[in-house]
């Protein structure tokens, strides 16, 4: 009963999953988050200017660019970058207290983003979402009909690019049913908490009997 106890209490993890574009990121981590209801998305920072559909601390946090800056100074992101001369950060504080009060994160971020996070925070689950081979990556990049060849040739060789640093993730897994592969994360999560070094408190309370 106490061990139970103890699980039940504990923090929560910090998970990132990153990938090559076209792998099917945001499938899984959505599929994940249906599985497990303690699984929470990370809400970022931008400077983007609000959507109509979209609502503060939902979607994003809206922040003018001073505002923004003065975050950055301060060291509030875990991770920071630009895309299309809009910024975008991880909150520091809204992952750690969500942690500090069990919920596992899920940090849906970039090969470059996600090395600056593991580097910066150290107790983090990464995994890498790979697809089966780059033919079907390849397939997956057509299908969604949005792009030109030139685009999709500069998507399929900064995928090449990407895999090059999987072995600096902690899990690999293979996408190639969204379903499975988010069962996959969910039972590494886990099994991420039942680590020794995840359990010091609990090892502690079972010597003092």
Request: glycine letters at 6%; a positive charge; proline letters at 3%.
């Amino acid at each position: 009963m106490r061990q139970r106890i103890y699980m039940e209490t504990k923090p929560g993890l910090l998970v990132i999953i990153s990938g090559p574009s076209g792998v099917g990121k945001g499938e899984v981590c959505n599929m994940l988050k249906k599985l497990d209801s303690n699984i929470i998305t990370s809400i970022s920072v931008t400077t983007r200017k609000k959507r109509p559909n979209e609502i503060e601390g939902i979607n994003y946090f809206f922040k003018t660019m001073e505002e923004y800056e003065a975050l950055k100074k301060s060291g509030s992101f875990l991770e920071t970058f630009e895309i299309y001369e809009n910024y975008y950060g991880t909150p520091k504080e809204f992952v750690i207290n969500n942690i500090k009060n069990g919920k596992d994160i899920l940090l849906e971020i970039d090969i470059q983003g996600a090395l600056h996070v593991m580097k910066n925070y150290k107790d983090t689950v990464s995994v890498f979402l790979a697809p089966p081979d780059c033919a079907v990556l390849e397939q997956r990049l057509r299908g969604r009909n949005t792009e030109d060849e030139a685009a999709i040739n500069k998507r399929l060789s900064a995928a090449k690019e990407e895999l090059l640093t999987m072995e600096k993730y902690d899990y690999i897994v293979i996408n190639s049913d969204i379903e499975s592969s988010a069962k996959t994360i969910k039972d590494i999560i886990k099994s991420e908490k039942f680590k020794t070094l995840r359990n010091k408190e609990l090892i502690k309370n079972l010597l003092k009997n």
